[in-house]
């Protein structure tokens, strides 16, 4: 069974200094990997994804991820934080195989940039 | 607005009610998802279409649960018989045959059982 953990419920970061949200999975085979967004009362809203290739993947808003296969890990980056980065970050994970492979997400990283 | 458009945003029944969700995807899309957010956990998958086809659904789907998707445009999310249980956010995504795997969340349906 594939599986994602958010070992972080919140993070808090100063405006303008880099972010990491950590991530970590379990899939059988190779993953697919995922990062979104959830702002108050809307929806999730898709960031960015690692299907193959280059490791270090660049999303949307100025947010980066690195994928390291050996330490099974796909941690989302910023280099400068802003306020209107706060909100709930989650990882998701699908295995790479044919046919339909459902998506799970981890519980969520709160993040928190102070002024 | 072109996006994932999901009705009503918000709904208040009595235990035992039966409840009913649509989500109207993104023109063009044929996949369609439907999860469950409760309170700080992340969605859990719930169902999938491909077109009008209901190809996988989650072992959460109970039997009062069911879901269609009868021209391959918008789907719908009934619950028969609520039980409080049932509270959370009901979220519906889309995805292209192009890009499958991004999935496009609309802004979700709360219900609460009281």
């Known amino acids: 069974a594939q599986s994602v953990a958010q070992p972080e419920d919140q993070v808090n970061v100063a405006e303008g200094n880099p972010l990491t949200v950590k991530c970590t999975y379990s899939?059988?085979?190779?993953?697919?990997l995922f990062w979104y967004v959830q702002y108050p009362n809307r929806g999730l809203q898709f960031l960015l994804k690692y299907i193959t290739g280059d490791n270090l993947v660049k999303g949307s808003y100025g947010f980066e991820a690195e994928f390291n296969k050996s330490q099974t890990s796909f941690h989302l980056k910023k280099p400068s934080a802003l306020v209107s980065d706060s909100a709930l970050y989650f990882c998701a994970v699908r295995e790479q195989s044919g046919g339909y492979q459902k998506v799970t997400f981890g519980i969520g990283t709160k993040l928190q940039v102070i002024p | 607005d072109t996006g994932v458009s999901q009705d009503p945003r918000h709904k208040i029944t009595k235990r035992g009610q039966n409840v009913t969700f649509r989500c109207d995807p993104i023109s063009e899309h044929n996949r369609l998802y439907w999860y469950r957010q409760t309170l700080g956990q992340g969605p859990e998958f719930l169902t999938y279409?491909?077109?009008?086809?209901?190809?996988?659904k989650s072992r959460l789907l109970s039997d009062r649960f069911s879901a269609e998707r009868p021209k391959g445009s918008f789907s719908t999310l009934e619950i028969q018989r609520t039980e409080q249980g049932d509270s959370a956010m009901y979220l519906c995504a889309s995805s292209s045959e192009r890009e499958r795997d991004t999935q496009y969340f609309g802004p979700g349906t709360r219900l609460t059982v009281l």
């Open positions: 279409f491909q077109n009008e086809a209901q190809l996988e």
């Open positions: 899939v059988s085979g190779n993953p697919y």
